[in-house]
């Protein structure tokens, strides 16, 4: 009797191959050149990877093996054809139609969401082909080189490393400390490739997106700028908020990653912050004039800054043990006052960490939230002294003010 689990792998097998086709069809008639497969053709592959699989499992695995020749043979056939009717313009469709049929092999063994993220993931990578290009066409040498900087100590390095802790109380992990430095280089690298990807979009779109690689830097160069371009004030101190603002989202999302116990304990102080500075952002946003600006941000990622912050993660990581361990809350606080005037994102990581351990998970909340308090007043201190004074530096100050004094009373109270 027919199991209706296989049939439903089929179906879905066969709907995630359609969904590549679906983009094969649509890029075919929008740039006028011919392929070897498109609506049709995608799901019968992904149809027969999952046969394939079906009847390599119950007769033999051998015709698992025969399948994947006869496809492979079926694909450089279809590639040479069109080759030589100078239709061809690259093996693109040819490998999108081997993923399709293991895809298929994967809703056969019931791996549905691993199969759902691969047919996603080609479809988006299929269609963005325009705005890759265009990005590679933007990137410079040195932006290449960092690129494969950050490609070496994330895949290359950190495997490499030892997880476990040396010296006294333990406090020294290579592994988390190289894994934090990859961490939160991941989430700046993101940021640059979106500011270079969508381009000069406007102050604010540069303030959300620059907040993602450093929103002190957002503040540093929109305070500059207030001083030139007195008139679009409103805007500049929009893209400073904003950036701040992400910098709130990005906590939640290194603790989501690191602790999600933790998580539960500052989703809602962080979210209520982040409440206050998005309505504060859309007052300001109704009163803004439009205007064209981005932060000039440094290349995505270099190996000093890097090491930095490792060595500081390092630091931070040892100082908040050590004073959990000798003077208890007072010392973690400390520690997060401390290091919010340089940098949250250490702190951050360090206190996720070690709330999955001993530290408890209100001192790690209290401590993340008095860091990132702390970090909004020195950038409140930045944008009144670099700024102008009168309207940018003004509204920024008071503002932080209020926030800063919510944010103490959302640590204590809740």
């Given at each position: 009797?027919?199991e209706f689990?296989?049939?439903?792998?089929?179906?879905?097998?066969?709907?995630?191959?359609?969904?590549?086709?679906?983009?094969?069809?649509?890029?075919?008639m929008?740039r006028k050149?011919?392929?070897?497969?498109?609506?049709?053709?995608?799901?019968?592959?992904a149809?027969?990877?999952?046969?394939?699989?079906?009847f390599?499992?119950?007769?033999s695995?051998?015709?698992?093996?025969?399948?994947?020749l006869?496809?492979?043979?079926?694909?450089?056939?279809a590639?040479?054809?069109?080759?030589?009717k100078?239709?061809?313009?690259g093996?693109?469709?040819?490998?999108?139609?081997?993923i399709?049929?293991?895809?298929?092999?994967?809703c056969?063994q019931?791996?549905?969401?691993?199969?759902?993220?691969?047919?996603?993931?080609?479809?988006?990578?299929?269609?963005?082909?325009?705005m890759?290009?265009?990005?590679?066409?933007k990137?410079?040498?040195k932006?290449?080189?960092?690129?494969?900087?950050f490609?070496v100590?994330?895949?290359?390095v950190?495997?490499?490393?030892?997880?476990?802790?040396?010296?006294?109380?333990?406090?020294?992990?290579p592994?988390?400390?190289w894994l934090?430095?990859?961490?939160?280089?991941?989430?700046s690298?993101?940021?640059?490739?979106l500011?270079k990807?969508?381009?000069?979009?406007?102050?604010?779109?540069?303030?959300?997106?620059?907040?993602?690689?450093?929103?002190?830097?957002v503040t540093?160069?929109f305070?500059?700028?207030?001083?030139?371009?007195?008139?679009?004030?409103?805007?500049?101190v929009l893209?400073?908020?904003?950036?701040?603002?992400?910098?709130?989202?990005?906590?939640l999302?290194e603790?989501?990653?690191?602790?999600?116990?933790l998580?539960?304990e500052?989703i809602?102080?962080?979210?209520?912050?982040?409440?206050?500075?998005?309505?504060?952002?859309?007052?300001?946003?109704?009163?803004a004039?439009?205007?064209?600006?981005?932060v000039?941000?440094s290349?995505?990622?270099?190996?000093?800054?890097?090491?930095?912050?490792?060595?500081?993660?390092?630091?931070?990581?040892?100082?908040?043990?050590?004073?959990d361990?000798?003077?208890s809350?007072?010392?973690?606080?400390?520690?997060?006052?401390?290091?919010?005037f340089?940098?949250?994102?250490?702190?951050?990581?360090?206190?996720s960490?070690?709330?999955?351990?001993?530290?408890g998970?209100?001192?790690?909340?209290?401590g993340?939230?008095?860091?990132?308090?702390?970090?909004?007043?020195?950038?409140g201190g930045?944008?009144?002294?670099?700024?102008d004074?009168?309207?940018?530096?003004?509204?920024?100050?008071?503002?932080?003010i209020?926030l800063?004094?919510?944010?103490?009373g959302?640590m204590?109270l809740?």
């Amino acid at each position: 009797m027919l199991e209706f689990e296989i049939v439903k792998n089929f179906l879905i097998a066969m709907a995630l191959g359609a969904l590549i086709g679906l983009e094969r069809e649509y890029a075919m008639m929008r740039r006028k050149f011919r392929s070897y497969a498109g609506i049709r053709t995608f799901p019968l592959i992904a149809l027969f990877g999952a046969l394939a699989a079906y009847f390599g499992d119950t007769i033999s695995i051998l015709i698992l093996v025969a399948s994947i020749l006869i496809l492979g043979g079926l694909i450089v056939f279809a590639y040479y054809s069109l080759a030589s009717k100078r239709q061809f313009l690259g093996a693109t469709s040819e490998i999108a139609g081997l993923i399709a049929f293991f895809i298929g092999v994967l809703c056969y063994q019931g791996e549905l969401m691993l199969a759902v993220v691969i047919a996603i993931g080609v479809t988006i990578l299929l269609y963005a082909r325009s705005m890759l290009h265009q990005f590679a066409e933007k990137i410079k040498q040195k932006e290449l080189v960092d690129t494969l900087k950050f490609i070496v100590i994330a895949f290359v390095v950190l495997p490499f490393l030892p997880n476990k802790g040396y010296g006294p109380l333990e406090i020294f992990n290579p592994y988390i400390v190289w894994l934090m430095v990859v961490f939160i280089s991941g989430i700046s690298f993101a940021g640059y490739i979106l500011m270079k990807w969508f381009g000069e979009k406007g102050i604010t779109l540069a303030g959300i997106l620059g907040g993602l690689v450093s929103s002190t830097a957002v503040t540093i160069s929109f305070a500059e700028r207030s001083k030139r371009d007195k008139k679009i004030f409103r805007t500049l101190v929009l893209g400073v908020i904003l950036a701040n603002t992400i910098m709130f989202v990005r906590i939640l999302i290194e603790v989501f990653v690191i602790n999600v116990e933790l998580l539960w304990e500052v989703i809602l102080p962080l979210s209520i912050l982040i409440l206050v500075c998005s309505v504060f952002s859309y007052l300001l946003w109704r009163k803004a004039k439009e205007a064209k600006g981005k932060v000039k941000l440094s290349s995505p990622f270099t190996l000093g800054p890097a090491l930095k912050f490792g060595a500081f993660f390092a630091v931070i990581l040892a100082l908040v043990k050590v004073a959990d361990v000798y003077l208890s809350s007072k010392g973690v606080y400390l520690v997060s006052f401390i290091s919010g005037f340089a940098d949250v994102d250490a702190i951050t990581v360090s206190l996720s960490q070690l709330s999955k351990g001993s530290l408890g998970l209100e001192i790690a909340r209290n401590g993340i939230i008095l860091a990132a308090l702390t970090n909004v007043a020195v950038k409140g201190g930045i944008a009144y002294i670099f700024g102008d004074r009168e309207k940018f530096g003004k509204i920024i100050l008071l503002f932080y003010i209020v926030l800063i004094l919510l944010g103490l009373g959302l640590m204590w109270l809740l």
